[in-house]
């Protein structure tokens, strides 16, 4: 599962499980590879023998355990090491394990999910990730589209987290349109958080596009650079449908390493109306 921070994959990937397991209920295992030190992770997924390193009083067993029988995912696997991400490899071909300090075969019985906000194919054309661990896991894949470039889903979104928070909110139609032009870089996660606050301090009040403007500067860099607007000394401020459109080439470009191509696909645009938006915008 492929897509920007905050897009909603763990959701994604819960939801694949559930379906999984309607008939029959089955473990379903999180794991988060950044979250982890490197030298602990590969006793997370594995499981360890009682003294198989200091501080290994008990025998532990592993994720890969836990989630025998049902679904385990790997999330931001992007930033997995590469000596690790050689490690899992073997795993997944093999299906077995051991784990650390063992030597009993323990067969694999998880189903792997893995998701990433990282661009991998890129990353392993850059030796920054194990291409045949990036094919190994690319047997399905599904791409979850950022909120700017699907913006249509925003009012639905907000009709779910109002009713998810019991509350009922009223917008004027400017404030809607904000919403809609606005490039989310934070996305679903970012909208569900404004949600919450205007939940709090609008509830029964109408919603503006001013109120809009004050909460969405909450928590980011800036108002300005968020939309793109510009600062004393540049060129000025850009129509709100550019802006958006300007903001969201910004975040894919940097989002794959400036690579064209690999910017265009996440876009769902040609090559070379990428290269004609770059130069319409100025962005070098």
Same mark, same amino acid.
């Given at each position: 599962?492929?897509?920007?921070?905050?897009?909603?994959?763990?959701?994604?990937?819960?939801?694949?499980?559930?379906?999984?397991?309607?008939?029959?209920?089955?473990?379903?295992?999180?794991?988060?590879?950044?979250?982890?030190?490197?030298?602990?992770?590969?006793?997370?997924?594995?499981?360890?023998?009682?003294?198989?390193?200091?501080?290994?009083?008990?025998?532990?067993?592993?994720?890969?355990?836990?989630?025998?029988?049902?679904?385990?995912?790997?999330?931001?696997?992007?930033?997995?090491?590469?000596?690790?991400?050689?490690?899992?490899?073997?795993?997944?071909?093999?299906?077995?394990?051991?784990?650390?300090?063992?030597?009993?075969?323990?067969?694999? *019985?998880?189903? +792997? #999910?893995?998701?990433?906000?990282? &661009?991998?194919?890129?990353? =392993?054309?850059?030796?920054?990730?194990?291409?045949?661990?990036?094919?190994?896991?690319?047997?399905?894949?599904?791409?979850?589209?950022?909120?700017?470039?699907?913006?249509?889903?925003?009012?639905?979104?907000?009709?779910?987290?109002?009713?998810?928070?019991?509350?009922?909110?009223?917008?004027?139609?400017?404030?809607?349109?904000?919403?809609?032009?606005?490039?989310?870089?934070?996305?679903?996660?970012?909208?569900?958080?404004?949600?919450?606050?205007?939940?709090?301090?609008?509830?029964?009040?109408?919603?503006?596009?001013?109120?809009?403007?004050?909460?969405?500067?909450?928590?980011?860099?800036?108002?300005?650079?968020?939309?793109?607007?510009?600062?004393?000394?540049?060129?000025?401020?850009?129509?709100?449908?550019?802006?958006?459109? *300007?903001?969201? +080439? #910004?975040?894919?470009?940097?989002? &794959?390493?400036?690579?064209? =191509?690999?910017?265009?696909?996440?876009?769902?645009?040609?090559?070379?109306?990428?290269?004609?938006?770059?130069?319409?915008?100025?962005?070098?």
């Amino acid at each position: 599962i492929i897509g920007e921070t905050g897009t909603g994959k763990e959701i994604i990937s819960a939801a694949i499980h559930g379906v999984r397991s309607a008939i029959t209920s089955s473990p379903y295992v999180t794991i988060n590879c950044t979250a982890i030190p490197e030298n602990l992770l590969e006793s997370e997924l594995f499981g360890h023998e009682k003294g198989a390193f200091t501080g290994a009083d008990q025998l532990r067993k592993g994720k890969f355990e836990a989630a025998a029988g049902g679904d385990i995912l790997l999330d931001e696997i992007g930033d997995m090491n590469l000596n690790m991400q050689g490690k899992l490899l073997r795993v997944l071909e093999s299906r077995e394990f051991e784990r650390v300090g063992g030597s009993n075969v323990i067969p694999l *019985r998880a189903n +792997i #999910i893995a998701s990433t906000n990282k &661009n991998l194919y890129v990353q =392993s054309e850059e030796k920054k990730f194990r291409a045949d661990l990036y094919y190994r896991l690319n047997a399905i894949e599904l791409f979850v589209p950022p909120l700017r470039i699907r913006n249509h889903d925003i009012p639905l979104l907000i009709d779910h987290f109002s009713q998810e928070l019991d509350v009922k909110l009223h917008f004027t139609s400017d404030a809607i349109n904000l919403l809609m032009d606005y490039p989310w870089p934070g996305n679903v996660r970012q909208l569900r958080n404004l949600v919450q606050r205007l939940s709090i301090f609008y509830a029964d009040t109408q919603i503006t596009a001013s109120n809009i403007e004050g909460e969405l500067r909450i928590g980011q860099r800036t108002y300005n650079e968020a939309f793109g607007f510009a600062t004393e000394g540049q060129q000025p401020p850009l129509k709100a449908i550019d802006n958006s459109e *300007r903001s969201a +080439i #910004i975040i894919a470009m940097k989002n &794959n390493n400036n690579n064209i =191509s690999a910017a265009a696909r996440e876009l769902g645009i040609s090559r070379g109306t990428l290269y004609s938006k770059l130069k319409k915008y100025d962005l070098r």
